[in-house]
């Protein structure tokens, strides 16, 4: 199981949360930080969605970059809760 795409996709979905304009300002910041990881030699997948990314983003912290894990014991935060 874990993070497949498919995973992601229908948790994003499927949610309770309703996410406005699926907030289109991420879509060219995912997409240089993806440019910038290839640079410096970290692999992705070769069709990576992008999507994928903002349907983690959107999970995680509802687009929220102030976001902390409401885990208990967990120091995650952030817009991914890494």
């Known amino acids: 199981a874990g993070l497949l795409?498919?995973?992601i996709h229908y948790l994003f979905w499927?949610?309770?949360k309703?996410?406005?304009d699926l907030n289109?300002?991420?879509d060219e910041l995912i997409q240089f930080?993806?440019?910038y990881w290839k640079s410096e030699g970290i692999e992705f997948p070769?069709?990576?969605d992008p999507l994928l990314i903002k349907a983690l983003i959107a999970?995680?912290?509802t687009f929220d970059p102030k976001a902390k894990s409401k885990a208990k014991g967990s120091?995650?935060?952030g817009l991914m809760q890494v």
């Open 46 to 48: 070769e069709n990576l």
């Open 18 to 20: 309703k996410y406005p």
């Open 33 to 35: 930080w993806l440019e």
């Open 14 to 16: 499927n949610s309770k």
């Open 5 to 7: 795409k498919e995973n």
């Open 59 to 61: 999970v995680e912290s």
């Open 24 to 26: 289109p300002e991420y």
């Open 75 to 77: 120091t995650a935060s």
